[in-house]
């Protein structure tokens, strides 16, 4: 293999894990425009462990709903990428811990989850882009009714609007 090949791959491998550090990112900060440019047009969601298994949306579909807005705010720390990539397709694997938080009056104010997210990207003119993307819970601790709580405060808001 070529020199510039091993770059390219490098730097491929390099652009996908990215993609996966601006995704905590965005979500943190709520900037739900650079989370939506992380995935392709359709996409294939299954956080099983949460909820249904896969679903097929817009990625419109997919950013209106995140429950994460209706939070007082939270972290999402990424590691130990594993990125395989093949021409213009590649994917990922890696590791999250979440962490969320939300006051309210029943009970602890913060609810952390650790996993893994497991994606297929592919590579567009504008960049590498979730086309799958699976959620595995591993472990969870805290108080996980504060994402119903979210998810309520999040419908209540939408009512609103």
Same mark, same amino acid.
């Given at each position: 293999m070529s020199i510039?090949?091993?770059l390219k791959a490098l730097e491929d491998m390099w652009d996908v894990a990215q993609v996966f550090y601006r995704y905590a990112a965005s979500l943190d900060a709520r900037d739900w425009e650079s989370y939506?440019?992380?995935f392709a047009e359709i996409v294939e969601i299954n956080f099983a462990s949460m909820?249904?298994? +896969?679903? @097929? $949306?817009?990625?419109d579909e997919w950013v209106a709903g995140r429950?994460?807005?209706g939070l007082d705010s939270c972290q999402h720390v990424m590691s130990n990428p594993q990125v395989t990539v093949d021409g213009d397709q590649a994917t990922c694997l890696i590791y999250v811990v979440a962490e969320h938080f939300l006051t309210n009056p029943d009970g602890d104010h +913060?609810? @952390? $989850?650790?996993?893994?997210?497991?994606a297929s990207l592919s590579?567009?003119?504008?960049?590498?882009?979730?086309r799958k993307l699976q959620l595995t819970v591993i472990w969870k601790r805290g108080n996980p009714q504060i994402m119903d709580l979210a998810r309520s405060r999040l419908s209540?808001?939408?009512?609103?609007?």
């Open positions: 510039e090949s091993r939506r440019s992380l909820g249904p298994d +896969w679903l @097929t $949306m817009t990625r429950v994460h807005s +913060w609810h @952390t $989850m650790g996993g893994l997210y497991r590579r567009f003119a504008e960049g590498w882009r979730i209540a808001a939408t009512a609103k609007s």
